[in-house]
């Protein structure tokens, strides 16, 4: 009898091991319309990031991050849009306050293209476009950001912009978060992650330190370097925990942005490919 009680213990101890280690190595997908910031950044300078977008719910709700790239067109993750439809969502622009809209207006989409590969396999292909039902004002708060496809050595700055939480399950935030990171190459981002294929050669990788990063709530937001949009967010080990976060590389991107935007692409506001979500993200 005593060792079987010592049996079941060390059975018991064993799957508790296991199940905190599979926790604490999954990024978790947040609740819908979670609305969060930037860990350990600061409130973003006046001016700052024009191109930046909210995307919210009809009742005004903060949800995810996106990026104007030209007059009709937002770009974002998948997973920011995978349970949306373009009737159900508003866009809005030229303001780095939430609460504030002096300067800010609301655009709607009138379709919705999402990566056809999306999160096949998993992770991978988080990226999507927004096609708006009207032009956007470009003026001194709003305007759109060009892609830059150079290659990016190791320690390179870049610049993240977000509403996300400032911890996990932190404030709601009003005004714009901002945060300088480092470019981390693939070899190293995909080791710092004990080699998960969650990490593959269409993110490209950013770390500042334990305690600053991307967090919920900043999905499909941008990163820019010198200028331009470099990458979206994806997803991380929720939040700023000492790992590097992986966003989705625009130049990999290139072609499913030049042909949707070009209208080759299948007119569509299905999410194919995509019939469940991953478990982890911003």
């Not at 947040?30 to 977008?53: C, D, H, N, S, W």
């Not at 999160?119 to 991978?124: D, K, Q, V």
């Not at 956007?136 to 390179?156: G, H, L, P, Q, R």
Request: aromatic share 8%; charged share 20%; with cysteine.
């Amino acid at each position: 009898m005593q060792v079987t009680r010592l049996l079941l213990l060390l059975v018991a101890a064993i799957l508790l091991t296991a199940a905190k280690s599979h926790q604490e190595s999954q990024p978790i997908f947040p609740p819908q319309f979670t609305k969060e910031r930037i860990v350990g950044g600061e409130e973003a300078a006046p001016g700052l990031a024009p191109y930046q977008v909210s995307l919210q719910t009809l009742k005004g709700q903060h949800f995810c991050g996106g990026t104007i790239i030209d007059e009709k067109w937002i770009i974002t993750a998948s997973h920011c849009v995978i349970s949306q439809t373009p009737d159900k969502i508003k866009i809005l622009t030229g303001t780095q306050d939430l609460k504030d809209n002096t300067t800010s207006a609301y655009y709607y989409p009138d379709k919705i293209v999402m990566h056809c590969n999306y999160n096949s396999p998993a992770y991978a292909n988080d990226i999507a476009l927004i096609r708006l039902n009207d032009s956007i004002n470009f003026n001194d708060v709003t305007s759109k950001v060009d892609y830059d496809y150079a290659v990016m050595k190791a320690d390179d700055e870049l610049i993240l912009t977000g509403w996300g939480t400032l911890s996990l399950g932190g404030m709601v935030p009003s005004k714009l978060q901002t945060l300088k990171v480092k470019y981390v190459p693939y070899e190293m981002c995909k080791e710092k992650h004990n080699n998960s294929s969650w990490v593959d050669v269409g993110h490209l990788c950013t770390f500042n330190d334990k305690g600053k990063g991307a967090c919920h709530g900043d999905s499909g937001g941008p990163l820019v370097h010198d200028g331009k949009l470099v990458a979206l967010v994806n997803w991380g080990r929720p939040c700023a925990q000492g790992y590097p976060d992986a966003h989705a590389k625009i130049s990999y991107y290139h072609d499913f942005i030049r042909t949707t935007l070009s209208n080759c692409d299948k007119e569509t506001t299905e999410k194919p490919g995509a019939t469940t979500q991953p478990s982890l993200d911003f």
